[in-house]
């Protein structure tokens, strides 16, 4: 028995049926060129989150119930002190990773600046 050719959709019948050759698909035409723009719009970075919000909080609290008297909140202050040593030996360490271009992300001034130094050479023909 003979095997019935498959079943298509009509979209593909009208792309590729008669008058039409099968193996070219229907141009695009884009509306803009497809280039890259000479620069970029400018942003706002990310704010990074908070650090030590809590620690900040209960030294603050431990000040108010005692007359801001830091002989009392002594701990607290000791681990205020130990957690905000903590994030900046953090943020030390990614500024030092960024500038290994490890974890280096451009922003729009240095993209501008890139662009400006490599600009987009657009022949009409």
Sequence with gaps: MAVP???YPAWVTRLSGPGRSGARRPPVKP???LVLAD?????RLQLGEATCVT????????WKQNEF????CAKEIQTFLDCAA???AERKEKITLESLNQLRN???KQ?????KRFPNHIRVY
């Design 5 to 7: 050719p498959p079943s």
């Design 31 to 33: 509306p803009r060129p």
């Design 39 to 43: 620069r970029v719009s400018s942003r």
């Design 55 to 62: 620690e900040m909080s209960l030294m603050m609290a431990c």
């Design 69 to 72: 008297n830091d002989a009392v």
């Design 86 to 88: 903590k994030a900046e």
């Design 106 to 108: 451009l922003d729009a």
């Design 111 to 115: 993209v501008n600046k890139l662009l």
